[in-house]
């Protein structure tokens, strides 16, 4: 069973910056493609960032497009989201997600890692 790991939330100051990671344990194998979402208090989860490795193309909310960059290895299934000029609308529970090749969906999702911003 495979299963993610995130780290690196924590508390920051509106227009700082955290880097988030997500580590896969467990049996591991290539996939299509590994995100990032985000849950808002009393919000839905939304997505927020992917990277598709077949195309070597991420993809990005339109809220987010030139602050966070996704990066990550496939091979050992990583993912990466760093995060620039933050603002408090950006506090959220981030969750880790993993879609395997042939899958309609993202079918492996982290415990999640909450990022506070502080105005």
């Known amino acids: 069973q495979l299963q993610l790991v995130e780290s690196g939330g924590g508390l920051v100051q509106a227009g700082g910056s955290l880097r988030l990671s997500c580590a896969a344990s467990?049996?591991?194998?290539?996939?299509?493609?590994m995100g990032w979402f985000r849950r808002a208090p009393g919000k839905e989860r939304e997505f927020v960032a992917a990277?598709?490795?077949?195309?070597?193309?991420?993809v990005y909310a339109d809220s987010v497009k030139g602050r966070f960059t996704i990066s990550g290895d496939n091979a050992k299934n990583t993912v990466y989201l760093q995060m620039n000029s933050l603002s408090t609308n950006d506090t959220a529970v981030y969750y880790c997600?993993?879609?395997?090749?042939?899958?309609?969906?993202?079918?492996?999702w982290g415990q999640g890692t909450q990022v506070t911003v502080s105005s």
């Open positions: 997600a993993l879609r395997a090749v042939g899958a309609l969906r993202y079918g492996y």
């Open positions: 467990g049996r591991t194998f290539s996939s299509y493609a």
């Open positions: 990277i598709i490795w077949s195309r070597s193309s991420s």
